[in-house]
């Protein structure tokens, strides 16, 4: 472990630790994540950023919580310029042991363990998303666009023609597309050499309006099921035959430690594994230490409950925003007037405050008993979860995107990735 002196994110010095307050900033604008965010609190989840789901340090059990000892500040491993960041279309994701960032001029696979480049390929004007591959929608003058499918592991290119193509995403050696045929929004799948499958009517068969507000399009595949978001419809089909299956609407956003499944209208927000298997039902909060408690949080119009054997204990308030559930503490947040945001800790079994810090705070992630908040201003900020304690702070660079590696994090500086880890 280097010294809290000798660490530097972002070319900054480690800085010592402060008051809460002066160390917490707002994600704001600069935080790309935050769209996925503004798009999961509509129905009332904070999540951590969007990628795939790789074998890593996750505590067994918890969500988006690592199973790691981060009351000392982590280790540099490797630090790599990615070139200028124009606005990432695809978020940092960790496939095996392959890290994969597209900027706004090529897309990048860096080896997990030491950083080195294990190809780089130039993108146009495109859309991307990962599954199994690397997928990506480029699209040119009028209404041509091609798909660029490049393997993760080895960085093989292959692309296919397939003109007023807006989305798409690997499914085994095929694709499955979103695109304009014949006036008519269409899912399809084709092979890798352009053969239809099967294509589907998103007018005839999504749900419209799905009341799930998405901008953009999402595509996701989970074990045999495509779902697709577009234009306030929603819909999903078996991935094999493109039959429409009988689900809520329903939009899936991948995350670090599973997918979130968000139904409408007033559906249940479920987690999901890459398979499609429920890993928890009626998923509230991110991070959670302890989604299994009695004291289970139960979301209703306005606040959260915490109830047990079925009776509510206590409910936050309905100006607070609930950020996590950390060694028994509930951490919320509200905004104030000025600008400034009041953090608080609870007492989940009582509902009894345990602190309370004014500043503003952006998107976070947990270790063991701690809350690491980054922000504009900072790198990562550890904050104890039944204390408010502020343990450490490093760097001056917000994290743009994180990815779960097996003893800590890669986190995504804009121009720069850097990996950094903790003792398990």
């Known amino acids: 472990m280097v010294a809290d002196d000798e660490f530097e994110v972002g070319s900054t010095a480690a800085q010592p630790a402060t008051d809460p307050r002066r160390r917490r900033a707002r994600a704001g604008g600069a935080v790309p994540w935050l769209v996925t ?11 951590a950023p969007p990628r795939g789901l790789p074998t890593n340090a996750h505590q067994p059990g918890a969500v988006g919580v690592l199973a790691l000892d981060a009351s000392q500040p982590p280790e540099e491993v490797w630090r790599v310029s990615v070139g200028g960041w124009q606005g990432s279309m695809t978020p940092l994701t960790i496939v095996d042991e392959v890290a994969v960032i597209t900027t706004g001029e090529e897309a990048i696979g860096l080896s997990v363990h030491s950083g080195e480049t294990l190809w780089s390929v130039p993108l146009g004007a495109a859309t991307c998303t990962v599954h199994e591959a690397l997928t990506c929608v480029e699209r040119a003058s009028g209404t ?107 939009a ?34 991110a991070p959670d230490d302890d989604p299994a408690s009695p004291d289970v949080l139960v979301r209703n119009d306005t606040s959260i409950a915490i109830e047990r054997g079925g009776e509510v204990v206590w409910q936050t308030d309905p100006n607070d925003w609930v950020m996590a559930r950390v060694d028994g503490a509930l951490v919320t947040a509200r905004e104030g007037s000025g600008g400034d945001t009041t953090v608080s800790g609870y007492d989940v079994a009582t509902g009894n405050q345990l602190w309370s810090s004014t500043g503003s705070v952006g998107a976070r992630l947990a270790a063991g008993s701690v809350v690491l908040f980054s922000g504009a201003g900072e790198t990562l900020t550890a904050v104890e979860a039944r204390t408010g304690e502020t343990l450490w702070s490093i760097g001056t660079q917000p994290i743009l995107d994180y990815g779960a590696t097996a003893d800590g994090i890669i986190v995504h500086l804009g121009s720069e990735l850097v990996r950094l880890s903790w003792p398990r």
């Open 37 to 47: 965010a503004l798009v999961l609190a509509l129905a009332g989840v904070a999540l």
């Open 144 to 250: 041509s666009s091609s798909i660029l499918r490049i393997d993760v592991a080895t960085g093989e290119e292959h692309r296919l023609d397939l003109p007023r193509t807006i989305a798409a995403i690997d499914a085994g050696s095929d694709m499955v597309a979103l695109a304009q045929l014949d006036g008519e929004w269409m899912l399809q799948r084709v092979t890798s050499g352009g053969e239809l499958r099967w294509a589907v009517s998103m007018k005839d068969l999504a749900v419209a309006p799905s009341g799930i507000q998405i901008g953009g399009t999402v595509l996701t595949a989970l074990g045999n099921k495509i779902y697709a978001t577009f234009q306030g419809t929603a819909l999903v089909v078996e991935a094999r035959s493109g039959a429409p299956l009988d689900e809520p609407a329903s």
């Open 252 to 285: 899936v956003i991948p995350t670090a430690y599973g997918y979130v499944r968000l139904s409408a209208p007033d559906g249940p927000t479920t987690l999901l594994d890459r398979d499609g298997t429920v890993l928890q039902e009626n998923f509230v909060v």
